[in-house]
């Protein structure tokens, strides 16, 4: 786990630092109003797409599977993790000015990047029959599992529905948020983020959430106890070198891939080091619910796989 340096060069710049953490109070997120180095996104993004094809030679048969499956201990992790190898490329997000600043004002100075990873929306054209009809109707179709052992340095993804970045993080308390980055251009076919604005503001849930649609855009969430919002969905498309962080409790999710390549992203968690004052304190004081739970996810077996059927995402 390491630290993103600051830029000390770069005027602090107050507006920004304010405007970020009211966006959090309202909305559960900040989108970055211009994107990073265009050119460092794309020489990073030739060099991943240059590790392997992104096509069907990623995935296991259905015998090799079967024969041995294994659904934990497939995602990216220490010594298995295909950006290890692009450390000395990543200065165009760990030290960019503005990130830096947003990222400051809301967890404070020397912060630690609990994680950091490609993440791989997968197209269709690219995931066999037999897997298709496999995963039909997964809350969660990461396809770590399926994946051949040499390729599980990225985390590949189908789908994924409404779901929190607490998820991965029992008793923590949200002392984190999320930073992600499009390395290419990303439209409504490519598998954009679907953003649920507001939904932080109850605070953590067990997934599967409680969802039902209410508009072309507005969902009701409600969380137990702790009420219910509505909170309005924003699909994240965007340019190359798209940025925006959000809280751990903002519910996000994606639709499987519908165009005809992959949907290549980075995504960093980035933790709170700072024990004095930080504007998330400021944001995590509006929450109407709990910051941390003992349980953040109903829907595995004993064995990792998925028990249940349901994806409300897919209704987005």
Not at 15 to 26: G, N, Q, S, Y
Not at 42 to 59: P, Q
Not at 266 to 278: E, I, N, S
Request: hydrophobic content about 40%.
């Amino acid at each position: 786990m390491t630290a993103m340096p600051m830029q000390t060069a770069h005027a602090w710049d107050a507006d920004l630092a304010e405007t970020v953490v009211e966006d959090f109070i309202r909305d559960g997120a900040h989108l970055f109003d211009r994107p990073l180095d265009q050119h460092a996104c794309a020489d990073l993004l030739g060099r991943i797409r240059a590790t392997r094809d992104f096509d069907a030679s990623l995935f296991l048969s259905e015998a090799e599977f079967d024969a041995d499956p294994q659904y934990t201990g497939v995602n990216p992790r220490p010594g298995r993790n295909l950006l290890e190898r692009f450390e000395d490329r990543l200065g165009f997000v760990e030290k960019d000015p503005l990130l830096v600043e947003g990222i400051t004002a809301l967890i404070g100075p020397d912060y630690e990047i609990l994680n950091k990873k490609v993440v791989c929306g997968v197209p269709a054209s690219a995931v066999p029959e037999w897997l298709r009809q496999r995963i039909l109707g997964n809350p969660v179709n990461n396809l770590g599992a399926y994946v051949r052992p040499q390729y599980r340095d990225v985390t590949y993804f189908y789908g994924i529905d409404f779901h929190q970045d607490l998820i991965d993080y029992k008793a923590r308390e949200a002392d984190f948020l999320t930073l992600y980055i499009y390395l290419h251009p990303v439209s409504r076919a490519d598998a954009p983020l679907y953003l649920l604005q507001g939904s932080h503001m109850l605070g953590g849930s067990m997934f599967p959430h409680n969802l039902t649609r209410i508009g072309d855009k507005d969902w009701l969430y409600r969380n137990g106890e702790h009420g219910e919002v509505v909170a309005r969905q924003k699909v994240l498309t965007g340019e190359t070198g798209f940025a925006a962080i959000w809280h751990a409790c903002t519910l996000h999710g994606t639709q499987p891939d519908a165009a005809d390549h992959e949907r290549i992203s980075l995504r960093y968690l980035v933790a709170r080091r700072h024990a004095g004052p930080v504007g998330l304190d400021r944001v995590n004081a509006t929450l109407r619910g709990p910051l941390s739970l003992t349980d953040t996810r109903k829907d595995l077996a004993a064995d990792g796989s998925a028990a249940i059927k349901a994806n409300t995402v897919l209704k987005a």
